[in-house]
């Protein structure tokens, strides 16, 4: 079991940064990829970044790159996002979230190979 709980959310305005940490605890992360997943209100979730926990590899969707860096630190178990020039889009529930890749070890697209999940934390960005 990997338990993970996100922090870092609250009410920004636009151009604004945020930061938000997942803190993961429970059986070790070796051989895990961890992503951050969005919610926004009437939409689907989608992965926004990922990272391969062993080899630092980084996912990031397409239309968020450049504004998001993803990073881990393997002494405190945690996995960061930054987010910078945050837009009103972005506002939504953003969950932490592991789960263990195929053999050929390609970070996971789809969220529903991500199977721990955290609780989610709120980033709501005022225009």
């Known amino acids: 079991q990997v338990q993970l709980e996100e922090s870092g959310g609250g009410l920004v305005q636009a151009g604004d940064s945020l930061r938000l940490s997942c803190a993961a605890s429970?059986?070790?992360?070796?051989?895990?990829?961890l992503g951050w997943i969005r919610q926004a209100p009437g939409q689907e979730r989608e992965l926004v970044a990922a990272?391969?926990?062993?080899?630092?590899?980084?996912y990031y969707r397409n239309s968020l790159r450049g504004r998001l860096t993803i990073s881990r630190d393997k002494d405190k178990n945690t996995v960061d996002l930054q987010m910078d020039s945050l837009k009103s889009e972005d506002t939504a529930v953003y969950y932490c979230?592991?789960?263990?890749?195929?053999?050929?070890?390609?970070?996971?697209?789809?969220?529903?190979?991500?199977?721990?999940w955290g609780q989610g934390t709120q980033v709501t960005v005022s225009s």
């Open positions: 979230a592991a789960g263990q890749p195929d053999k050929r070890g390609d970070i996971m697209i789809a969220e529903q190979a991500y199977e721990y």
């Open positions: 429970g059986r070790p992360l070796r051989s895990f990829v």
């Open positions: 990272i391969n926990w062993d080899d630092g590899d980084t």
